[in-house]
């Protein structure tokens, strides 16, 4: 039986993340951006009290689009969210499993973020970030691991929230796994990255020797298969086999401009090379529109959901429309992506081919990277997205001490190459060996004493003024 908690508190904190080069995607270029910090302290039944503890960037313009507000506006978008997260889920006073607390809270979560005019996916992400906070308390509490207190399922994760599942499907899918021992990065190209020469996509001293790349799309085909054009016939003097994954981050209008890019894919032989190891086509068009589109024939190139997962009922309605995959980030909640894991497998266990992938926003160096790695590895993601080892220099603005408590105690995932500690790449892959330590796979927990308090959102008639 999976125990029970009772939530004493919950803290957040922030820190600046300067980026070392800008990352352009969709209609935003980031240069810096708070990380958030999480610190949850909970009463285990029977165990006594246990602190737990996870970490998440703060993206603007990516939760939410809508072109009136500004990235800083999003930004405190979520940081209301997680205000508002917190009010809910400390107001539950009796002891409940790591689940329950999450299952008990989301609804009223989404519905209050509503009436405030916050769209679903940023007001999951206050919840996404305690319930992992919340989950390292548990594990610690227990003594346990994360790859084996999931197979246990120690959160008490059933089929409330997704009613086409069987709890004994979730159950079962859990006791299965068997965590992978290295994950390859995927190496993302933003459309403001150097495609040519030095510092470009072929350059082993920026792609660390990776197999799979990410290559970000602005919505407009003729640009989009000119720059993918350049970005082949860099990736074909790597001379080694590779895979490519594209990502328009909501920019296509419609169908019909998806469609016209698709179509240069098909039949334009300077895209062969990016065409022949595509693996499958991220969030091509806006959430809105995804939900009235059917993909039609288009479906046969293979598309996945990202910013339109916002719901637990979101990859069923993606796979009746045509897709056949969905992303997984823990900004976007653990527990979903369990959830979706096991529907992937259930729906291709006929021979159909369903998926759940690994991408990255908000994962830098430490908790959030180690956090969200532990759980793509659990779930049997074998190459994820990776942007900490890219666009910001290693552990960023984080004190050398913190930093050097994270390198220590995980020397597979980081090194001083001269340089400052930075996430340690083993010819194009990152090893897990050292996630199996007691929590929600790190050992360490930040300098608390280092971090501001999270900046108070601003009223909302501020923030629509």
Not at 245 to 253: G, K, P, R, S, V
Request: aromatic letters at 8%; glycine letters at 8%.
């Amino acid at each position: 039986m999976a125990p029970r908690l009772k939530l004493r508190d919950i803290a957040f904190f922030e820190r600046p993340v300067q980026f070392a080069r800008p990352f352009r995607f969709g209609a935003i270029t980031i240069k810096a951006t708070p990380q958030l910090f999480v610190r949850v302290e909970i009463e285990l039944e029977g165990r006594g009290t246990a602190v737990g503890a996870s970490a998440e960037l703060l993206v603007p313009k990516w939760f939410d689009k809508r072109a009136e507000l500004s990235p800083a506006q999003t930004v405190d978008e979520l940081r209301r969210s997680l205000v508002i997260a917190r009010g809910l889920y400390l107001a539950r006073t009796e002891f409940l499993t790591a689940f329950d607390l999450h299952a008990s809270c989301i609804g009223a979560q989404v519905a209050t973020c509503a009436k405030k005019n916050m769209p679903a996916l940023a007001a999951a992400y206050g919840p996404a970030e305690i319930d992992k906070a919340v989950l390292d308390a548990v594990l610690r509490a227990v003594e346990t691991n994360f790859f084996d207190g999931m197979a246990g399922n120690i959160p008490g994760i059933d089929a409330r929230l997704s009613p086409d599942l069987k709890a004994t499907d979730i159950a079962q899918f859990l006791a299965s796994r068997k965590p992978l021992p290295r994950v390859a990065i995927r190496h993302t190209v933003g459309l403001d990255d150097t495609v040519e020469g030095e510092g470009g996509v072929a350059d082993i001293s920026e792609n660390a020797s990776a197999r799979y790349f990410k290559l970000k799309l602005s919505g407009d085909s003729t640009a989009d298969a000119a720059r993918l054009a350049r970005i082949g016939k860099e990736l074909d003097t790597l001379g080694r086999d590779y895979k490519v994954t594209l990502d328009a981050n909501e920019q296509y209008a419609d169908l019909a401009v998806l469609r016209a890019l698709m179509d240069r894919l098909d039949h334009d032989s300077a895209l062969r090379p990016i065409s022949s190891r595509l693996l499958y086509v991220e969030q091509p068009m806006p959430r809105d529109i995804t939900r009235q589109s059917p993909l039609g024939s288009l479906a046969a190139h293979g598309f996945i959901i990202d910013e339109a997962d916002d719901s637990y009922d979101a990859f069923p309605s993606a796979r009746a429309l045509g897709y056949c995959g969905i992303s997984s980030k823990s900004c976007k909640g653990l527990y979903k992506s369990i959830v979706n894991a096991t529907r992937a497998a259930k729906w291709s266990a006929g021979g159909a081919r369903f998926f759940v992938t690994g991408e990255d926003l908000t994962c830098q160096a430490g908790l959030a990277v180690q956090q969200d790695l532990a759980l793509g590895a659990f779930i049997g993601i074998t190459h994820a997205e990776r942007n900490g080892h890219h666009y910001v220099d290693g552990f960023g603005e984080t004190p050398a001490a913190e930093a050097q408590a994270f390198a220590a105690a995980h020397p597979d995932l980081y090194a001083d190459a001269g340089h400052g500690i930075r996430l340690k790449i083993h010819n194009g892959d990152l090893l897990t060996g050292s996630l199996n330590a007691t929590g929600f796979a790190t050992s360490v927990h930040p300098d608390w004493s280092a971090l501001a308090p999270l900046e108070q959102p601003k009223p909302l008639q501020e923030q629509l003024a």
